[in-house]
């Protein structure tokens, strides 16, 4: 199901472009002086959709205002996106309590949690009016705003050329083709790009009736449904057609629907090598590169957030048990952990984040000399220090429960200077591309990832150039505009196939 359609040419250049998404690209702010000021938008799926927005001069960028003088941005841009450098943004604000009941109730944990597969079943969740509440009165709220802010942009728009093109992103915007189609009808061409992984239909099954079938409902209302990998594609279209009765080609990645055809699709996200080229040869960088250099021993390598799905916790465990089975690595590693905090505010993450922090005590405690400490913690957002640490790591831990993708893994191998090795859990995203060139991990298997990570850090030199060359390569051939140009051209097929 990857990226089809390779011979459709690019979508139309006239289609007007409307990116839709819950985090924007940048953040307002005011300066001491009153002077408004920005700052860009940081993570995977900002740079990401960028790439998109490059594509077309006038493509506009629709996301929730989440500072003071975003929501003043907001109302200016109600009637005409708002221009900033190469971005013309329209900020929407949506009512305070909606959106705390769509992000902090439904969307995080719930449907995070179910697609992750992080609910302990025998003991969570436990659904009832609270879940409706959230859903009634805060997603499906949001979600209808969002669509309202698409409508608008299309009515004030001054642009000619085709249909336009919607694509909207990930979890938090389910509902969003349908309250488009309400609005705006067949014409518009609608994608929804799912960033996280997608459950089998039993994991699904977890929410309540209506929430999995209105999400499945709406989200076959767009033309295309896209994910990072094939399995979580192929997941797509077994739940739509086990839990709502449709019918499906699972093997073209096809769901007909109400007369319609929906196409699932995986478009593997990666990263602009040479961003992070020229970013690990930056003065903010360099400066960082003796306090990661000058620990002891080999460097073992995580960077993440604090995040359930991100397996910390196993991660540190494995660690420990690695030193108990072959004591003579004692003092000739050292595992640095750059984590950024992440969701303080669910019990959840709260509560990991301790245990996090006393298994970091307890690896230390046993193992540690006057001299050494098998575990060096960082808990905080110090990304010139983590590229850093990229360039300069011979192992690199990627052990997560479950990952859309993972793009620490493709960030980290482009940049590296020590040929390090990847030990990858089987459960990522980035296994189905770069699994052949690293060492794969059941995440959940501690004695697995002990053995991996004595495999990484003992592994001959030629085998290690090998693996990371090839690594390498991997990534510099399908870059973030290679991303973008596969559903560009799937969305000229779909136009033509169906007429």
Same mark, same amino acid.
């Given at each position: 199901?990857?990226?089809?359609?390779?011979?459709?040419?690019?979508?139309?250049?006239?289609?007007?472009?409307?990116?839709?998404?819950?985090?924007?690209?940048?953040?307002?702010?005011?300066?001491?002086?009153?002077?408004?000021?920005?700052?860009?938008?940081?993570?995977?799926?900002?740079?990401?959709?960028?790439?998109?927005?490059?594509?077309?001069?006038?493509?506009?960028?629709?996301?929730?205002?989440?500072?003071?003088?975003?929501?003043?941005?907001?109302?200016?841009?109600?009637?005409?996106?708002?221009?900033?450098?190469?971005?013309?943004?329209?900020?929407?604000?949506?009512?305070?309590?909606?959106?705390?009941?769509?992000?902090?109730?439904?969307?995080?944990?719930?449907?995070?949690?179910?697609?992750?597969?992080?609910?302990?079943?025998?003991?969570?969740?436990?659904?009832?009016?609270?879940?409706?509440?959230?859903?009634?009165?805060?997603?499906?709220?949001?979600?209808?705003?969002?669509?309202?802010?698409?409508?608008?942009?299309?009515?004030?728009?001054?642009?000619?050329?085709?249909?336009?093109?919607?694509?909207?992103?990930?979890?938090?915007?389910?509902?969003?083709?349908?309250?488009?189609?309400?609005?705006?009808?067949?014409?518009?061409?609608?994608?929804?790009?799912?960033?996280?992984?997608?459950?089998?239909?039993?994991?699904?099954?977890?929410?309540?009736?209506?929430?999995?079938?209105?999400?499945?409902?709406?989200?076959?209302?767009?033309?295309?449904?896209?994910?990072?990998?094939?399995?979580?594609?192929?997941?797509?279209?077994?739940?739509?057609?086990?839990?709502?009765?449709?019918?499906?080609?699972?093997?073209?990645?096809?769901?007909?629907?109400?007369?319609? #055809? +929906?196409?699932?699709? %995986?478009?593997?996200?990666?990263?602009?090598?040479?961003?992070? /080229?020229?970013? =690990?040869?930056? !003065? @903010?960088?360099?400066?960082?590169?003796?306090?990661?250099?000058?620990?002891?021993?080999?460097?073992?390598?995580?960077?993440?957030?604090?995040?359930?799905?991100?397996?910390?916790?196993?991660?540190?465990?494995?660690?420990?048990?690695?030193?108990?089975?072959?004591?003579?690595?004692?003092? #000739? +590693?050292?595992?640095? %952990?750059?984590?950024?905090?992440?969701?303080?505010?669910?019990? /959840?993450?709260? =509560?990991?984040? !301790? @245990?996090?922090?006393?298994?970091?005590?307890?690896?230390?405690?046993?193992?540690?000399?006057?001299?050494?400490?098998?575990?060096?913690?960082?808990?905080?957002?110090?990304?010139?220090?983590?590229?850093?640490?990229?360039?300069?790591?011979?192992?690199?831990?990627?052990?997560?429960?479950?990952?859309?993708?993972?793009?620490?893994?493709?960030?980290?191998?482009?940049?590296?200077?020590?040929?390090?090795?990847?030990?990858?859990?089987?459960?990522?995203?980035?296994?189905?591309?770069?699994?052949?060139?690293?060492?794969?991990?059941?995440?959940?298997?501690?004695?697995?990832?002990?053995?991996?990570?004595?495999?990484?850090?003992?592994?001959?030199?030629?085998?290690?150039?090998?693996?990371?060359?090839?690594?390498?390569?991997?990534?510099?051939?399908?870059?973030?505009?290679?991303?973008?140009?596969?559903?560009?051209?799937?969305?000229?097929?779909?136009?033509?196939?169906?007429?």
């Amino acid at each position: 199901m990857v990226a089809q359609g390779a011979d459709g040419g690019e979508a139309k250049n006239g289609s007007p472009i409307v990116i839709v998404s819950n985090r924007g690209p940048v953040t307002f702010s005011r300066d001491d002086s009153g002077t408004r000021t920005y700052s860009r938008g940081a993570g995977g799926l900002v740079t990401a959709l960028n790439a998109v927005s490059r594509r077309q001069d006038e493509a506009v960028w629709i996301a929730s205002a989440t500072s003071d003088e975003d929501a003043r941005v907001a109302g200016e841009s109600r009637e005409e996106p708002y221009e900033v450098e190469d971005l013309r943004v329209a900020l929407v604000e949506h009512d305070e309590g909606a959106y705390d009941l769509m992000y902090n109730t439904l969307a995080n944990p719930l449907l995070w949690f179910v697609q992750h597969g992080l609910y302990d079943l025998p003991y969570a969740p436990s659904l009832g009016d609270d879940t409706r509440r959230a859903w009634e009165e805060g997603y499906l709220p949001v979600n209808e705003n969002f669509a309202g802010a698409v409508e608008r942009v299309l009515e004030s728009s001054s642009r000619g050329g085709g249909e336009p093109i919607i694509l909207v992103h990930d979890y938090q915007l389910y509902m969003v083709p349908h309250f488009l189609r309400e609005r705006l009808g067949d014409a518009p061409f609608v994608s929804l790009f799912v960033h996280i992984p997608w459950p089998d239909p039993e994991g699904w099954r977890v929410l309540p009736r209506y929430v999995r079938e209105g999400v499945l409902r709406s989200l076959l209302r767009a033309d295309v449904v896209a994910f990072h990998t094939d399995r979580y594609a192929r997941n797509f279209v077994r739940t739509a057609r086990e839990v709502l009765g449709v019918e499906t080609d699972e093997e073209g990645g096809v769901v007909r629907y109400e007369g319609r #055809e +929906v196409w699932a699709r %995986a478009y593997p996200i990666s990263i602009d090598p040479g961003e992070f /080229e020229e970013l =690990a040869e930056s !003065d @903010a960088v360099l400066e960082q590169e003796s306090s990661v250099r000058d620990l002891p021993g080999k460097l073992l390598l995580r960077i993440d957030r604090m995040d359930l799905s991100k397996n910390v916790l196993r991660g540190f465990q494995a660690y420990g048990r690695m030193l108990e089975r072959h004591p003579e690595m004692k003092e #000739e +590693v050292t595992f640095l %952990a750059g984590l950024q905090p992440s969701r303080g505010d669910i019990p /959840e993450y709260a =509560a990991y984040a !301790d @245990a996090i922090q006393k298994a970091v005590e307890e690896v230390n405690d046993k193992h540690g000399t006057g001299e050494w400490q098998p575990v060096v913690l960082s808990m905080e957002d110090n990304f010139p220090r983590s590229v850093a640490a990229y360039k300069a790591y011979d192992v690199l831990l990627v052990n997560a429960v479950r990952d859309g993708m993972n793009l620490v893994a493709k960030e980290a191998a482009v940049v590296n200077e020590e040929n390090g090795v990847l030990v990858l859990s089987e459960n990522a995203g980035a296994q189905e591309e770069l699994g052949e060139f690293a060492i794969s991990v059941n995440p959940f298997d501690l004695d697995e990832g002990a053995d991996a990570i004595h495999a990484a850090l003992t592994m001959p030199e030629e085998e290690k150039k090998r693996r990371a060359e090839a690594l390498k390569r991997q990534v510099r051939e399908n870059t973030i505009e290679k991303w973008v140009e596969a559903q560009l051209k799937d969305i000229a097929a779909y136009r033509e196939h169906h007429g």
